[in-house]
């Protein structure tokens, strides 16, 4: 196993990682944003007013996008498994 071969598997495990990431991420940011909005119009400054509506909006993206995400690092664990006998040989 050389150098380059250790770069494409770090390369691969940081492309799984930010794709896995990346709904999850997103949806909070999309909440955090709308919920803020929402309380500069109102000027409520209420720190669970912040809190739950996001989690309440992560927890349904993780049930929509959870088998996705799911089959995703299967997939990366599989090929992983896969080019453990080429690597080290």
């Known amino acids: 196993m050389n150098a380059d071969t250790v770069i494409e598997l ?5 492309n799984v990682t ?4 990346a709904p999850l991420l997103l949806s909070a940011l999309a909440a955090g ?5 929402f ?3 109102t000027q409520i400054q209420d720190m669970t007013l912040s809190f739950i509506p996001k989690l ?5 993206v993780l049930g929509l ?4 995400m799911l089959r995703q690092l299967i997939d ?13 040989g």
Request: aromatic share 8%.
């Open 56 to 60: 309440v909006v992560l927890v349904m």
């Open 33 to 37: 944003l709308m919920i803020g909005m």
């Open 10 to 14: 770090g390369r691969q495990a940081m």
């Open 76 to 88: 990366y664990t599989t090929q992983l498994f896969e080019m453990i006998p080429g690597l080290v």
């Open 39 to 41: 309380q500069a119009a």
């Open 65 to 68: 996008a959870g088998p996705w």
């Open 18 to 21: 930010v794709l896995l990431a």
